[in-house]
């Protein structure tokens, strides 16, 4: 299945337990390494990062995903919508 499904799958699923999930694109400007989905809920956000089974963070995202953490934020690593069931 490609990335793009699987980030549609998980958009949908989230949106449907009541979130506003935003997708996030990456271009001139944006900061590197920025999750796929920011979603938010209740007050609580968190970022999605989005991969297939084979998929692997890239150096941008591993910067990224620590920042979050550091900053005492939410961050996700998903394959697919199980891995965003418990938000």
């Not at 793009?4 to 958009?11: A, L, N, T, V």
């Not at 001139?28 to 998929?55: N, Q």
């Not at 990224?64 to 998903?78: C, D, N, P, R, T």
Request: glycine share 10%; with cysteine.
């Amino acid at each position: 299945m490609k990335e793009s499904e699987i980030q549609r799958q998980i958009k949908e699923f989230l949106q449907w337990r009541g979130w506003l999930v935003i997708r996030m694109q990456q271009s001139m400007g944006s900061h590197k390494g920025i999750a796929d989905l920011y979603c938010i809920k209740g007050g609580r956000s968190v970022w999605v990062e989005v991969k297939t089974a084979k998929g692997k963070q890239s150096e941008h995202q591993k910067n990224f995903e620590a920042a979050i953490k550091s900053s005492g934020g939410e961050y996700v690593l998903a394959r697919g919508v199980k891995d965003v069931e418990n938000l």
